[in-house]
């Protein structure tokens, strides 16, 4: 979800001095900051196309010193994505113990290089947006 689905960033404007004093190279640990991101630009629309073309479910991690990132994702998922993504949150650092035709990831870690299925790389000049994906994917549909 992180910098895929939900942009990351939009956060720091919501938190404190003192909190990006107190967290400053492990910002996700921020209490509820992720409470705080706004989604990626074309990420709810392509959510909701992609979850009428394929079976789709939202994989993620969450820090572990970061308990309420855990409840912080799924209130984000009620609020952004609604009935489509009812359900079908899977918190996990073990990506590849889902099975799947496709994943799609800004990184190769928690397990996203060993996914079975085929890794599209969000954030690179292959897909650099959603409506790169969005385009890729309807191919595969």
Known sequence: MDNVLVDFPSAFAHITEQQHADFLDRLDEVPSIFSKMLPVPGAVEAFHELSELFDTYL????????????????????EHLGKPAYKRLILSHHKNLNRGDFVIDDRTKNGVDKFDGEHIHFGTSEFPNWQSVVAYLRGHA
Do not use: E, F, R
């Open 59 to 78: 994989l993620s991690t969450a820090p572990w010193q970061n308990p309420s990132t855990w409840s912080d994702k799924l209130l984000w998922v009620k």
